[in-house]
Every structure is written in C-alpha cells, then in structure tokens.
C-alpha cells in the first residue's frame, strides 16, 4: 500500500470516528500487510521519547488522563501521547512549549475519538496560565503539518485482531479472549509511558503484551497461543516483554488474583460458556500444538507483505 493511502485530507479528518485496532481507511486493504508497512512511518525515534520535551508533554498527559471529561476515555490520552512522539521524532520544541504541544495532541486525539461535549478548557483545567485557543488551534495545525496528515496513528493495538485470529487455538473461547485482548490493552495504555518502548515496534509490542496478558489468564489452550505468538518472526520480542514486566509488574496470576482480574472475571463467566472444565485448568499443549500454532500465525505468505 502507497504510503499517501494512510493520508487524511483536512476535510475529512475529523469526519468519522477512529479506531486505534482498525486504522484502516479502506476495507481492499490486506491488514497485516499493509500494518507491518505503515507501522515504521507511525512508531516514534527512541530520541525522541527519550527528550525532556516528551517527559514534560506526558507529565501533563498522565495528569488529564485521570481527571475531568478525560477520566473515561483513556484511548483519547493514548492516541495523543502516540501524536507526541511522532511529532518529536521530526521537530524540536522549545522548553516553554511541550504543555502546548500536549494540549493540542489531547484536542487532535478528542476529535479523532468523536469525544462529545470535550473542550480545550477541559483539557487545561485549572493550570495557571492557560493557552488562548487560537495559539492551541495554531499549534494543531503545525502537529498535523508535521505528520503529514497521518492522524490515523498505526499503534500496538493495531496489531492485536491479528494475532488473536493467527495465533488462537481451536476451539475459540469468545469470554476467554475477550479477557485476554482486554488485559493486553490495559498493558499497552500503562507501559506507552515508559521511554524503552520506543525501541519497539508496534507489532513487538502488541505480540509482546498479549504474551503477557495470556500468561495471567489460567487456562490449558493458552500456552498453545503464546507459543503461535513468540513463533511469530520478530524481533526483540523477548526484550520487550522484559520492559513490559519491568513496567507494569505482569506476570502469571496467583491464586488470591483479586476479583477483577481476568482469571476471576472468566471463572464468573465460565458456566455460561460452552468450554469444559480442562479447558479452564493450567496445562501443557499438546504435542506438536507449537508447531501448529506457528503455522496459524505465519499465515499465508501473502500476509506478510
């Protein structure tokens, strides 16, 4: 796919809503193909994510993130964050404007996100001396100049339809992996933060955090799965599962996981399922089950551009 393709024009913009696990602008499009193309356009510099502008911007992200008409839209602060680090990754700022830059990242992302009745006085709160909002419009414009209009951010969750439907062993357990992918994302929002992460590209990470999310969920046909995954041919997967762990503290779940965990949300939901007890338990693939799931996951050569 041209890389133009992943262009938006002003015009439209802002005209639908966007979503982060489907970037998509055109339903031709080969997905792991044309994601695995785009994503080096779209993954920040390590530079970059390392600057003392990026750390202040995401300061002030991390801040609205839990508060105000933010408090319920985290994917708003994840997108926006995503926007500081491309933006970054091609210009400097000065040291009086990464609050600026980050307003306007979180005002770009509320309307890429279609987040109703959402302003930039929201946004600012009560910090002293606020942005007027032409200066925030201005620098909007300049952001967008800057990513040539990509705003249709390929990110790590992106990537997680594709390993969900490569990877996943047969039988599906819909409440299973619907646990699985959910737990991922939480991973992803929390870790995004950590400078290291940027050493990672998109499909690294998402693999990386699914890796990490099916090792928390007890259940026989998971190890299958992250088996098909870690075949996967990437690199610095382990290197970054290992800042993931670092960051977020994931690992396997005990048994005292507390009761939103997704262990315990799946057990709630377990009777309503059709999956059967050793379904459920902790377990070993079965013999040649990696191979397989490799197989599932590498796909047809097609898929992989």
């Known amino acids: 796919m041209a890389t133009g393709e992943w262009e938006l024009r002003e015009e439209d913009a802002f005209e639908y809503e966007f979503d982060l696990e489907n970037p998509f602008t055109s339903p031709d499009d080969e997905p792991i193909a044309s994601l695995l ?29 839990f508060g105000g008409e933010l408090a319920g839209h985290p994917r708003v602060a994840y997108l926006a964050l995503n926007y500081v680090d491309r933006f970054l990754s091609k210009r400097q700022l000065p040291p009086w404007a990464p609050r600026l830059l980050a307003i306007s990242c979180l005002s770009l ?5 279609r987040v109703a009745a959402f302003s930039i006085a929201d946004i600012q709160g009560d910090v002293e001396s606020p942005f007027d909002a032409a200066n925030v419009r ?3 414009g300049t952001v967008l100049d800057t990513l040539d209009w990509r705003v249709r951010s390929v990110t790590p969750l992106a990537f997680l339809g594709f390993f ?11 409440l299973q992996l619907a646990a699985v992918k959910a737990r991922a994302i939480d991973i992803l929002l929390l870790a ?3 400078v290291k992460m940027a050493e990672f590209s998109p499909s690294v990470a998402a693999a990386a955090a699914l890796l990490a999310a099916a090792g928390e969920v007890t259940a026989a046909n998971l190890p299958e799965f992250q088996a098909g ?8 997967l382990r290197e970054c599962g290992e800042v993931l762990v670092a960051a977020c503290g994931v690992g396997p779940r005990r048994a005292t996981a507390s009761v939103d965990t997704p262990v315990t949300v799946l057990g709630h939901h377990r009777s309503a399922s059709s999956a059967s ?10 013999n040649g089950g990696g191979s397989d799931a490799k197989k599932r996951c590498m796909g047809p050569p097609s898929q992989w551009g």
């Not at 969900?164 to 819909?174: E, F, K, M, N, V």
């Not at 007890?277 to 079965?286: C, K, L, Q, R, Y």
């Open 164 to 174: 969900l439907s490569a990877c996943y062993p047969q039988p599906r357990q819909p």
């Open 109 to 113: 992302a509320a309307k890429m996100q």
């Open 192 to 194: 995004q933060p950590e």
């Open 277 to 286: 007890e050793s379904d459920w338990t902790v377990g070993s693939p079965a």
């Open 37 to 65: 193309d785009a994503e080096s356009h779209h993954a920040p510099s390590v530079s970059a994510a390392a600057s003392a502008a990026r750390r202040d911007a995401a300061a002030f992200i991390s801040q609205v993130r």
């Open 229 to 236: 995954v870690a075949a996967c041919p990437f690199d610095k």
């Open 138 to 140: 201005r620098m909007e």
